[in-house]
C-alpha cells in the first residue's frame, strides 16, 4: 500500500470485510486486521448458508470500478487497492481523538516470512509434528506447519509455535528460505488514523463448558460448526457425512437449539438469532446428502425464523423434507447401549415421554457469554458493528457493518478527513508500442534447476513466434529478483512480461507493485506457476506441458491491448422515495456526505408511521431524523409526491415527480434509494365481534394515552400470529412479540394486578430482545403455545368474551375470560407496484422490493443505482429500519461520493454493425444492464452495471457482442496454443 | 372446563425458597428441560414443569390435594439442568409441607414422629441399639486384621461423630461394618451416640421443617455435650 491506513478495521470476518470494503470503495484507505492468521472468521468454516443454500460471499465484491479488487472468491481472500489485510495481528492499546488515533498492535511471529513463503508446502510434507486440526473442529489432524484455512489464497504457511518443536526440518526444505523460527512478535503503530470499526465478533460458546450434553466424552456429539466442517469437501472427511465414532454415515440425526444460549444460569439471557435456520439447512443437507430417509429431529423452545422468507424455509423442510421439529428442550444426552449411539429423552406435544435413539447429535451453538469487548472499545473514535455484542444472521451483519461504515464516514468527513483522490500511475510509452514479451524465469533459488533444464527451456520459448526477451532469475521472491525485473523494464524494450514462477494468487501482489513503478499496467502480466507443474512429476513431458502453458499465456499477452476506460460523470444528487425512518436515514446519510437528496414523500406528512409508534425512545429517535431532515439545506422534500418515471444508469437517472396538485417536475439524480415502507395489517372484521378484542396496535395505544386508568382492566389475553406465518402472508412480521411483551409489561405497570396471557407460536425475542421476554415472564405473564392448525378461539357469550385454547404444558383445554383481547395483526408492506415497475426492480410474493441479495446484498436491488431499505424490503423493527436506511445510504454514497465511475476492463461491449437488435441479450443480462437506446436504435451497455459474466456473448447469435479482454482473438490465440 | 376469571396469587410460590434472588419461579419458559430430564415424568401424570405451571397459574389446593409432590423422588436432576434456575425441589417440598400430616403418605410422618419421640425412626429402645451396635462390633473383631476393635459409642472429644441410617441398626446390619472398617484402618477417633443417632432426617421429604429443625438440634446437642466439631452425616 502506498499511503497509509486512514482507518483500522479490526476484525476480518464478515462485519470486518463489508466495513473494509464500504470504506475502500469511498476511497479509504482501510487496514484489515484480524488476530487470526487467515481472514474470514467464521465464514470460512461454512460453506453453504440459508436461505439459498449457497455460498455468495463474492457479492460483496465492488459491482464497479472493479478492476481496483481482485475478483476471485472472497472466502479466501481480499484483495483491493486500498485494503491491506495483517492476520496474526491483535490491537492492544487505542489513544486519541476521532481523526487523529494512534493505534498500537502487536503481530505476532508466525515462524514464516509472508513476502516470501510460495505456498509449496515442503514444509508441511517434512514437519514430523501432528497436533488436532482446530480448523476441523479438531476431527483430524494437521502439522505444526499449515494452512490456518485450507483454501486460503494466498496460501502462505503459519507455524503454531505452541506444538513445534524447533526440530528444523523445515528450515531445511523451504526453497526460498521463508522460515525463521527465532521471530518474536512484533509491535506496530499507526499513526494518523481516522476511526476505528470494531467487528471482532463474538466467539461461539464451547459446550465443553456444560456437562450435560456430553460434549468432549460421547464423539458423536458436535457442535453445529463442527457439522459444517463434516459436511465441507474441506472438511475432515472430504465432504462425506459420516460420524466421528465409526465413519459409518448416520441414519438418525438430533439438532439440539440453544446450547449455550437463552440461559440466564450461564449469563446467557439473549437468543442467538441465527442457529433455528442454521439447524433447519443442516438439518436439509443431511437429507440432501443421506437419503431422504434420514431422520433429522429439531429439538427446539420456539423456531425464530423471523427473517422475511425464513418461516416458508422451515414450512418447507418440515411438509416437503419431513424434517421432525419437536418443541422440547433437551435435559441430557446420554449414552446408548449400542456403540456410540445416543439417548435422547423429550416429552411430546401431550406431555408423554419418550426416549429417542439417534446416531449423532449437533449442538446449535451461538454466542459465547464469556467474551468481553477490548478494553478499548468504548475509546472515541471506535465504532463496534452489531456483530460483537450479539450473534446474528449474515445479512443482519452485513446491514450492521454498513451502518457503521455510514456512521464512520460521517465521523471522518466531520473531522474534514477526505479520502485521498486516487492517483493512477501514468502508462508507460511503451504500451502503446507493438507487442514484446519479457519471459521471467524464475529458479526458485535453484531448486527447479532440477527438475527443468532451463537453458533447454529458453531454448524453446524462442521458438514462440513474436518478440520475446528472456531472463533468467534466481529468485523473484525477494527485493533483489524483483528489482533486476524492474531494471529489464525500465529500461528494457519489453511492455508485457510473463513470470514463470510459482502460486498466481501468491505472486499477484508483486505485479501491482511492478505496474506502478514501471508504468506498464498489470492486465499485460501474467505468472504460469511453473513450480505448481513440476510438482506433477509423473508427467512424462515435462517440458512439453511448461511449454504449452508459457505459449498459450505468450499469446493472449501479445494480444492484449489498452481499452480506454469509459468514464462516466456522476449526478450528484440522490433521490430518496418514502420519509419514514428507513428514508429519513438515508436521507441524512447522503446529506452529510454533502450529497444534495431529494425527498419523495406519498402522504402529507414526513415520519412514515411515526404517529403509530408509541415507545418513548423509538419516538425520541425518528422525532430527530424528522427534524434533522426538515433543517438540513441541502435535503428538498416533496410530500404529497410520487415518482411515475425514472430512466438512465447508475451515476446518471432522470426522474419524474409528480405532486398532488398534477404538476410535475424533473430529477437529474445518480441513485435512487426507495423506502416506500409498509404498515400495520387489518384485521379480518369477523375478529371483531366485541369492543374489548380490539388489535394489538390499539391497545398499545390505548395504554399510552396520558392518565389512563387501568384499573378496570384486569384480564387481558395477547394472541399473536394473527394472519402472518401462514399463507397467504406466510411471513414473520418480526415487531409483533416484542410489541406484545412491551404493552404487557406497560400494562402491568399501570395495574400491577392485572392477568396476563399470550398465546403465541414461537416467541421472536431474538437477540438482545430475549430480555424483555425473561422480564415479562418474571412479572408474573403466563406464555401459553400453540400450533397454526389449533389456534384459540374467540367466544362471546352474553356479553363475556372468552378465549378457549389448548395449554400444552398442562395438557389441559383452557378458558379465560378476558376484559381486552389483542390481536398481532402484522406488518404488510405499503403497496410497491408503482415504484417497482418505476425503478425496474423485482417484488416478492408478499409485495416487498426484492433485494439483490438477503445476505451478501441486502439493500442492493438487482438494479445497480437503485437501493432499498425499511419496509419496503421486508419487516423490521424500527431500529432496524434506520440501520437499514444508514446502509442503503452508504451503498448509494459509493456511487455519489465520486465525480466519475470509470468501466471495468471487464466490461461487455456491442459491435452495433453486426447487431441484428434481436435484443435477446437485454433478456439474459443477470444484472440488467442492457437496454435500447430507441434514439441511437442501438444497444447499449451499461458499463457501471455489466460484470462482464459473459452470458450476452454466448446468446448473441451475431458474435456482435463482446467481452473487453476476453476478446475472440485473444481467447482464440489462447485456445490454438492449448491445442497446438 | 372451569373458565378462568382472576388468578389466585399462590401460597406454594410465595413460601417456596428461591434457588437466587434473581431467577424468580415466575421465570419459569416452560421449555421442558425438566420433564425431559425427570426419571418420573409419565408416571401417574407426574411432570415437574407442570407442577411449575400449577403453581404459577395459582392452583395450589389442587397440588396440595393430589398425589403428584409425593412421587418426586428429590434427585434434582431437574434443577441441574434448568436454565431459568427455576427452585422445583423446594417448590414441591412446600407443597408437600402444606398437606395435613395426617395425608402424609407412607410411613414418613410416623416415623417422624417416632423420631421426635425416640431419637430414631423406628423407635429402636437405646438399650436394643447398643446391643445391636456392640454385637456387631464383636463380630468385626473376630475378624482378621481387627483384632482389638470395639464401637466408640458417646467418647468424648472424639474427632468424629458418626450417625446412622435406620436400616443399618435394623435390617441391614452387615453394612454398619464398612464405615468402621475404613475407620479402623485410617485410625480415626470417632463416635456414635447411644442417643439421637438417626441420620436420616424425613422431615426433609415430608416438607416438615420444624421436625427437621428439632433433629438436626438434636444433633448438635450432642455434638455440644461430646465436644466434638465434625460430623459424619452419610444420609
Known amino acids: ?980 | 372446563m372451569e373458565t378462568l376469571t382472576k388468578r389466585k396469587p399462590s401460597l406454594i410460590k410465595q413460601q417456596a425458597p428461591l434457588r437466587d434472588s434473581t431467577h424468580l419461579m415466575d421465570m419459569c419458559m416452560a421449555c421442558g428441560t425438566c420433564s425431559a430430564g425427570c426419571p418420573l415424568t409419565g408416571v401417574d401424570g407426574f411432570d415437574p414443569r407442570k407442577i411449575i405451571r400449577m403453581v404459577l397459574m395459582g392452583r395450589d389446593e389442587e397440588l396440595i390435594e393430589s398425589k403428584l409432590p409425593w412421587l418426586c423422588t428429590m434427585c434434582g436432576k431437574c434443577e441441574h439442568a434448568c436454565p431459568m434456575g427455576i427452585n422445583i425441589i423446594s417448590t414441591i417440598r412446600t407443597i408437600r409441607g402444606m398437606v395435613d400430616r395426617d395425608k402424609v403418605p407412607g410411613m414418613i410422618h410416623k416415623g417422624i414422629e417416632l423420631c421426635l419421640e425416640t431419637g430414631n425412626n423406628i423407635g429402636l429402645p437405646e438399650e436394643d441399639f447398643v446391643f445391636i451396635i456392640e454385637d456387631v462390633g464383636e463380630e468385626l473383631a473376630a475378624m482378621p486384621g481387627f483384632a482389638d476393635f470395639k464401637v466408640p459409642i458417646d467418647k468424648k472429644g472424639a474427632n468424629i461423630l458418626h450417625t446412622l441410617h435406620n436400616k443399618l441398626v435394623n435390617t441391614q446390619n452387615e453394612d454398619l461394618v464398612h464405615w468402621w472398617k475404613i475407620f479402623y484402618a485410617a485410625k480415626e477417633d470417632w463416635t456414635v451416640p447411644k442417643q439421637n443417632w438417626e441420620g436420616v432426617n424425613w422431615g426433609l421429604f415430608s416438607g416438615d421443617d420444624e421436625a427437621m429443625k428439632l433433629s438436626v438440634g438434636r444433633i448438635v446437642d450432642n455434638m455440644d455435650q461430646l465436644g466434638i466439631t465434625n460430623l459424619m452425616y452419610p444420609e
Not at chain 1, 486460503?152 to 518443536?165: E, G, H, K, S, Y
Not at chain 1, 423434507?321 to 446420554?334: D, G, L
Not at chain 1, 384486569?714 to 418480526?734: D, H, L
Open chain 1, 1 to 980: 500500500m502506498n499511503q497509509p491506513a486512514n482507518i483500522l478495521v479490526i476484525g476480518a470476518g464478515i462485519s470486518g470485510i463489508r466495513s473494509a470494503l464500504d470504506l475502500a470503495e469511498l476511497g479509504y484507505k482501510v487496514c484489515l486486521l484480524d488476530r487470526a492468521p487467515a481472514m474470514g472468521g467464521i465464514l470460512t468454516r461454512l460453506d453453504r448458508q440459508f436461505p439459498n443454500n449457497h455460498c455468495g460471499i463474492c457479492r460483496m465484491l465492488p459491482m464497479f470500478d472493479r478492476d481496483n479488487s481482485e475478483e476471485f472468491c472472497l472466502r479466501k481472500g481480499l484483495s483491493h487497492e486500498n485494503i491491506e489485510v495483517l492476520l496474526s495481528t491483535e490491537v492492544i492499546a487505542v489513544e486519541g481523538n476521532p481523526g487523529n488515533m494512534t493505534v498500537t498492535a502487536v503481530k505476532q511471529a508466525t515462524g514464516v516470512d509472508a513476502d516470501r513463503c510460495i505456498g509449496c508446502q515442503e514444509c508441511e510434507k517434512v514437519c514430523p509434528v501432528e497436533v488436532p486440526d482446530t480448523f476441523n473442529a479438531e476431527l483430524g489432524k494437521r502439522k505444526a506447519i499449515y494452512l490456518a484455512v485450507p483454501y486460503q489464497m494466498p496460501n502462505q504457511r503459519v507455524i503454531d509455535l505452541q506444538a513445534c518443536t524447533r526440530c528444523g526440518e523445515c528450515v531445511k526444505v523451504c526453497p526460498t528460505a521463508a522460515i525463521d523460527l527465532e521471530r518474536t512478535p512484533e509491535t506496530l503503530t499507526f499513526e494518523n488514523i481516522g476511526g476505528v470499526v470494531l467487528a471482532s465478533g463474538t466467539g461461539l460458546f464451547n459446550p465443553q463448558d456444560m456437562d450435560i450434553y456430553g460434549m468432549g466424552h460421547f464423539p458423536n456429539v458436535v457442535t453445529s460448526s463442527a457439522f459444517e466442517r463434516i459436511l465441507s469437501s474441506s472438511g475432515p472427511y472430504q465432504g462425506s457425512l459420516i460420524r466421528p465414532s465409526d465413519q459409518h454415515p448416520p441414519k438418525k440425526i438430533a439438532w439440539i437449539q440453544c446450547v449455550g444460549s437463552r440461559n440466564p444460569m450461564i449469563g446467557a439471557d439473549y437468543c442467538s438469532s441465527a442457529c433455528c435456520m442454521i439447524s433447519i439447512k443442516q438439518a436439509l443437507f443431511a437429507k440432501e446428502r443421506l437419503g431422504s430417509d434420514t431422520q433429522t429431529t429439531i429439538f427446539y423452545m420456539d423456531m425464530r425464523t423471523f427473517g422475511r422468507d425464513y418461516q416458508r424455509y422451515r414450512d418447507q423442510a418440515e411438509k416437503e423434507n419431513n424434517v421432525a421439529f419437536v418443541r422440547c428442550r433437551i435435559h441430557s444426552i446420554e449414552p446408548n447401549e449400542e456403540e456410540g449411539n445416543l439417548k435422547i429423552s423429550y416429552v411430546d406435544h401431550s406431555g408423554k415421554p419418550v426416549n429417542a435413539v439417534f446416531d449423532m447429535a449437533v449442538l446449535a451453538t451461538g454466542k459465547d457469554p464469556l467474551r468481553k469487548l477490548p478494553d478499548f472499545a468504548a475509546h472515541p473514535g471506535i465504532i463496534a458493528t452489531d456483530a460483537v455484542s450479539e450473534w446474528m444472521d449474515i445479512g443482519s451483519s452485513v446491514v450492521s457493518a454498513s451502518g457503521v461504515s455510514e456512521r464512520l464516514a460521517r465521523m471522518l468527513s466531520s473531522a474534514g478527513i477526505k479520502p485521498e483522490k486516487q492517483a493512477t500511475a501514468p502508462l508507460s510509452d511503451k504500451v502503446a508500442g507493438s507487442p514484446h514479451l519479457q519471459v521471467v524465469l524464475c529458479s526458485c533459488n535453484g531448486s527447479l534447476d532440477k527438475v527443468i533444464e532451463e537453458n533447454q527451456l529458453a531454448a524453446e520459448l524462442k521458438k514462440i513466434p513474436g518478440r520475446i526477451d528472456i531472463m533468467q532469475a534466481k529468485s523473484v521472491c525477494d527485493a533483489e529478483g524483483l528489482d533486476q525485473v524492474k531494471e529489464i523494464l525500465l529500461n528494457g524494450p519489453a511492455n508485457r512480461v510473463l513470470f514463470a514462477a510459482c502460486n498466481a494468487q501468491v505472486f499477484r501482489p508483486k505485479l501491482k507493485q511492478l505496474a506502478a513503478v514501471t508504468g506498464i499496467p498489470k492486465e499485460f502480466m501474467d505468472v504460469v506457476n511453473l513450480r505448481g507443474l513440476t510438482e506433477n512429476a509423473a508427467s512424462h513431458d515435462l517440458l512439453g506441458e511448461i511449454m504449452n502453458q508459457l505459449e498459450m499465456r505468450a499469446n493472449r499477452l501479445f494480444r492484449k491491448k489498452i481499452t480506454p476506460a469509459d468514464v462516466r460523470p456522476i449526478q450528484k444528487t440522490a433521490l430518496v422515495i418514502g420519509s419514514g425512518p428507513a428514508g429519513l436515514s438515508a436521507a441524512l446519510a447522503l446529506a452529510a456526505q454533502n450529497i444534495k437528496v431529494v425527498l419523495v414523500e406519498k402522504k402529507e406528512t414526513i415520519g412514515g408511521n411515526f404517529a403509530n409508534i408509541h415507545d418513548a425512545q423509538i419516538r425520541e429517535m425518528i422525532g430527530q431524523l424528522m427534524d434533522e431532515a426538515k433543517d438540513h439545506p441541502l435535503i428538498t422534500m416533496h410530500t404529497d409526491t410520487e415518482v411515475i418515471n425514472n430512466a438512465g444508469v447508475a451515476g446518471q437517472f432522470v426522474a419524474r415527480l409528480r405532486h398532488a396538485n398534477g404538476a410535475e417536475t424533473t430529477v437529474l439524480h445518480g441513485a435512487a434509494v426507495i423506502a416506500t415502507g409498509g404498515g400495520k395489517a387489518d384485521l379480518p372484521a369477523d375478529t371483531l365481534a366485541d369492543n374489548k378484542i380490539i388489535s394489538l396496535y390499539d391497545l398499545e395505544a390505548e395504554l399510552n394515552q396520558p392518565g389512563i386508568d387501568a384499573a378496570n382492566i384486569n384480564t387481558v389475553v395477547f394472541m399473536q400470529c394473527i394472519g402472518s406465518r401462514e399463507e397467504p402472508r406466510n411471513y414473520c412480521s418480526r415487531i409483533c412479540c416484542l410489541k406484545s411483551l412491551k404493552t404487557a409489561m406497560k400494562l402491568k405497570e399501570l395495574n400491577p394486578n392485572c392477568d396476563i396471557y399470550v398465546f403465541y407460536r414461537d416467541m421472536m425475542t431474538y437477540g438482545e430482545s430475549e430480555k424483555f421476554y425473561t422480564q415479562a415472564r418474571a412479572k408474573g405473564i403466563i406464555f401459553i403455545p400453540f400450533e397454526k392448525q389449533e389456534k384459540p378461539a374467540i367466544k362471546i357469550e352474553s356479553g363475556r368474551v372468552l378465549v378457549e385454547g389448548y395449554d400444552p404444558v398442562l395438557n389441559e383445554p383452557v378458558c379465560i375470560e378476558a376484559d381486552r383481547v389483542a390481536l398481532a395483526s402484522g406488518l404488510i408492506p405499503n403497496p410497491v407496484d408503482l415504484v417497482a415497475s418505476t425503478f425496474h426492480v423485482e417484488t416478492t410474493q408478499d409485495g416487498f422490493i426484492q433485494e439483490a441479495d438477503s445476505k451478501w446484498r441486502p439493500v442492493d436491488t438487482g438494479r445497480e443505482g437503485i437501493f432499498v431499505c425499511g419496509l419496503a424490503r421486508g419487516p423490521v423493527r424500527a431500529d432496524e429500519a434506520v440501520q437499514e436506511g444508514k446502509a442503503a445510504g452508504l451503498r448509494a454514497l459509493r456511487i455519489l461520493a465520486r465525480d466519475t465511475i470509470p468501466a471495468s476492463q471487464h466490461s461487455a461491449y456491442v459491435r452495433h454493425a453486426i447487431c441484428s437488435l434481436c435484443e435477446r441479450c437485454i433478456a439474459v443480462c443477470p444484472f440488467d444492464a442492457r437496454y435500447v437506446d430507441p434514439d441511437l436504435g442501438r444497444i447499449m451497455v451499461d458499463p457501471v452495471a455489466c460484470q462482464g459474466c459473459g452470458v450476452c456473448a454466448a446468446e448473441c447469435p451475431n458474435g456482435a457482442t463482446l467481452i473487453g479482454d476476453f476478446e475472440e482473438y485473444g481467447v482464440m490465440d489462447e485456445i490454438e496454443a492449448a491445442l497446438g
